[in-house]
């Protein structure tokens, strides 16, 4: 198994663009997590899919962030308009089995706002 | 709810020497825990992982965690540490979702 696949490693783009980051899960794995990491405030739960279904969305920072999953294999994180402050670490983890067994991260998409 | 602490953001050690890295849980019904550890510009490898089995339990590189309910704690140990031990740690508490702790930066003296 390839692992959990993220893309683009990493991403530089202009203050005021939308911005979007891909992460393809385990198959088979039924749960999928986005996480952010900062110095600043270290990993972050921003939102995680069961069955496709966002399940909780509570760490999402704003409205210029949203997250989908089109289906079981593909899921979209996307920040539209970007800002210097989203400059951190991006990653995508999923899981069989919710929370339980542990998940597997993918290798993160470090973005950089200018 | 659930939550973790760790309770040292930095911690060093000699090379050779047994390091301690100290985590404490708050959950409400019987966790599931969890260390991960991260090198630098790198991902995030599961350690090891406690889920209502032993409470001693082993993980990969000559780690090891015991889970104390009476203290609340899942510290992770090591006997001697090695240079490519240096790195950041995780505590983790789980059910549906994974809390990290701040994680613990391990340093690693020759």
Redesign the interface.
């Known amino acids: 198994d390839a692992g959990v696949i993220q893309s683009p490693r990493h991403e530089v783009t202009e203050m005021g663009q939308e911005v979007t980051l891909r992460c393809k899960p385990i198959s088979g794995h039924d749960y999928l997590f986005w996480y952010r990491q900062t110095m600043m405030r270290g990993l972050e739960l921003l939102i995680y899919f069961n069955n496709n279904v966002p399940i909780d969305d509570s760490g999402m920072p704003e409205d210029r962030f949203s997250a989908k999953m089109p289906n079981a294999s593909f899921s979209t994180l996307k920040i539209q308009p970007s800002e210097p402050r989203d400059s951190a670490v991006y990653f995508c983890a999923s899981s069989g089995t919710g929370g339980g067994y542990g998940y597997t991260f993918g290798s993160g998409t470090r973005l950089t706002v200018v | 709810a659930q939550s973790v602490t760790q309770l040292d953001s930095h911690v060093s050690v000699s090379e050779g020497t047994p390091v301690l890295l100290r985590c404490n849980y708050s959950s409400s019904y019987s966790p599931?825990l969890?260390w991960y550890v991260q090198h630098p510009n790198?991902?995030?490898?599961?350690l090891l992982?406690y889920?209502s089995a032993a409470t001693l339990v082993k993980g990969i590189n000559g780690f090891e965690a015991e889970f104390k309910k009476s203290e609340t704690s899942f510290h992770l140990t090591k006997p001697s540490a090695h240079m490519s031990d240096a790195a950041e740690y995780?505590c983790v508490v789980?059910?549906?979702?994974?809390?990290?702790?701040?994680?613990t930066r391990l340093t690693v003296k020759p």
Not at chain 2, 94 to 103: K, V
Request: aromatic share 16%.
């Open positions: 599931s969890f790198k991902g995030l490898q599961l992982k889920t995780f789980s059910r549906n979702d994974m809390r990290f702790g701040a994680g």
